[in-house]
């Protein structure tokens, strides 16, 4: 029987359930009804009388609005796996500063422009979107040489095609594409976006609040895969996140996300806004393969390296599973980029559009590690242009082994590795960087998907609730030189490139829980690698299958807002 007879079929089953007068059939829930194949599943939710919304053929599942009694019948099929379907948020933020007069730095600051003046604008790379769609203006819509640069647009919400049908009432969409993308120029004549040149596709699965849902994301998500060939699509930029509610091979947004990477597309997504405290990441950001984003800031002095520092804000590991994340941290405070007046953000936060007069009022600074995605995102689109043939897993090994470490004054890294995993981005050194074999050593992600193996990180936890880093052996690392390594709320140079990025997973469950000080961070030295792999065999404290979700109603979406850094 074809898909499309099932459907019809479930479709059918659903009228006549509530035509029979179900009392408990009026009041319902989204749920997400996963199996071995979406068919089943198809037939499954018909024959409880469900409705189905539509099919999530990335991860062999559908999207369904189910009762409490279809609820409970389906959930005793073992062929099935429910997940509530929850809501996500978008990440960015402001507050007033007492220097208003805020100037482009992002470009500069990560050496992007000599990039640009080497001919590496992102050209033939395109990146997508998965955010709150976009506004037509002429800085994001068009490249450096004023042809069209984006390609497509697809609304997941309303199951619409077209450029025109992703626009953005929110705004943060807009501004994310425009720090990645923006082909305007600033004052002194560079580009303000990083990969000006880079195509764009624009896929809008939040709404006007910035709020989405699982369903509605992951249907993006199929949505990029099924188009990534047409559209040449090699980047997925994800400012948005939920708390983690399970282990990341058991949440069905994370699993969307590792089919993405597994089909060769770099995903790049933020950390979250709930720093500084300790495994606050977000989901998909806590997915081990891909590449999770901090963010820094400049502290209003561009042309003062000294004073830089980790954003309060920036969420911060380890994961609940013990991977270290995130895995570098990139400009993130007070950036700017396009923004119009009408938008949500707009109307709220008018104080911080025309930047005091300054490239004019379609642009606006905000705050946020979703900021900080975007600029990584726009610097992998320059990886690519220059190294077509990179694979996501070198890609991330690049950015991670030419990072720099913020330094404190003893000469010891001043943020632990949770903080501010490898360091800071410098675009021009990962592009140049010939080190392409130091990432996700040790994981397997066609096991991870297909259940036979799970796994973990070196992070663990002491009994007095401290986090570490083991070595191979198991034994600890101290705290670094020079300091705790734990402060965000000083200066330091970001300087001393370190790589760390080889992971490998370990054999014992800890239990971990929100709420730790933690006192010394683990330090990690020049040169020292993480080389074997070892398949996850404890379960995790929440038991088999993860902790159950609530029913709709958990917000899943663009990153909180948070105060201007």
Request: contains cysteine; aromatic residues 10%; hydrophobic residues 40%.
């Amino acid at each position: 029987m074809s898909a499309k007879s099932i459907l019809a079929i479930a479709l059918l089953s659903s009228v006549i359930a509530g035509c029979a007068g179900d009392p408990g059939s009026a009041a319902k829930e989204r749920y997400i009804v996963r199996a071995a194949n979406a068919s089943i599943a198809l037939r499954e939710v018909g024959a409880a009388g469900g409705k189905v919304e539509f099919e999530l053929p990335v991860i062999n599942a559908v999207a369904a609005d189910l009762d409490a009694r279809q609820l409970a019948h389906l959930r005793t099929l073992t062929a099935l796996t429910i997940t509530a379907d929850r809501r996500a948020r978008i990440a960015g933020t402001t507050k007033e500063v007492a220097n208003s007069a805020v100037q482009p730095y992002v470009v500069e600051h990560i050496g992007a422009n000599r990039l640009h003046a080497a001919g590496i604008t992102g050209r033939g790379v395109t990146i997508a979107f998965l955010d709150t769609g976009w506004w037509s203006q002429r800085a994001v819509q068009q490249d450096t040489a004023g042809h069209q640069a984006v390609l497509q647009g697809y609304d997941a919400i309303g199951d619409t095609l077209g450029a025109g049908a992703a626009s953005d009432a929110y705004g943060h969409g807009t501004h994310i594409l425009s720090i990645a993308t923006n082909s305007a120029t600033a004052e002194d004549g560079t580009y303000i976006g990083v990969a000006p040149d880079a195509s764009r596709v624009i896929v809008r699965a939040f709404d006007k609040n910035g709020a989405g849902s699982y369903s509605n994301t992951i249907r993006g998500i199929n949505w990029i895969l099924a188009n990534a060939a047409k559209y040449h699509i090699r980047i997925v930029n994800m400012s948005f996140g939920a708390a983690p509610q399970s282990a990341y091979w058991d949440d069905p947004l994370a699993q969307a996300v590792m089919k993405l990477w597994q089909a060769g597309i770099v995903v790049v997504a933020s950390a979250g806004n709930e720093g500084p405290a300790a495994q606050t990441i977000d989901v998909p950001g806590n997915v081990p393969y891909i590449i999770t984003v901090g963010a820094m800031t400049d502290n209003y002095t561009p042309s003062d390296p000294t004073d830089d520092r980790l954003a309060s804000f920036s969420s911060t590991g380890p994961t609940y599973e013990g991977f270290v994340k995130p895995e570098i941290v990139a400009p993130g405070g007070h950036v700017i980029a396009v923004l119009q007046a009408s938008s949500t953000i707009g109307k709220k936060h008018l104080a911080y559009l025309g930047t005091n007069g300054y490239l004019g009022s379609s642009y606006f600074y905000m705050s946020g590690t979703s900021m900080a995605t975007a600029v990584v995102s726009g610097t992998v689109a320059l990886m690519l242009q220059a190294q077509p043939y990179l694979t996501p897993d070198q890609v991330k090994c690049k950015l991670m082994s030419s990072a720099d470490p913020a330094i404190g004054a003893g000469g010891g890294v001043a943020y632990s590795v949770f903080q501010q995993g490898a360091g800071e981005i410098d675009a021009y050194a990962a592009v140049f960087n010939t080190n392409t074999a130091c990432a996700n050593l040790g994981l397997n992600i066609a096991a991870d998907l297909n259940g036979t193996a799970h796994f973990g990180g070196p992070a663990n936890q002491d009994s007095n609730g401290n986090y570490y880093i083991m070595d191979m052996n198991g034994s600890t690392w101290g705290a670094p030189a020079g300091g705790d390594g734990l402060a965000w709320n000083q200066g330091y140079a970001w300087s001393r490139g370190y790589a760390w990025s080889r992971a490998y997973s370990w054999s014992s469950g800890y239990t971990w829980s929100r709420g730790y000080t933690w006192s010394r961070g683990s330090g990690w030295t020049q040169g020292y690698t993480w080389s074997r792999g070892y398949m996850w065999s404890a379960s995790l404290p929440w038991g088999s299958g993860g902790v159950s979700l609530s029913p709709a109603g958990q917000t899943t979406g663009i990153n909180s807002w948070v105060a201007q850094e």
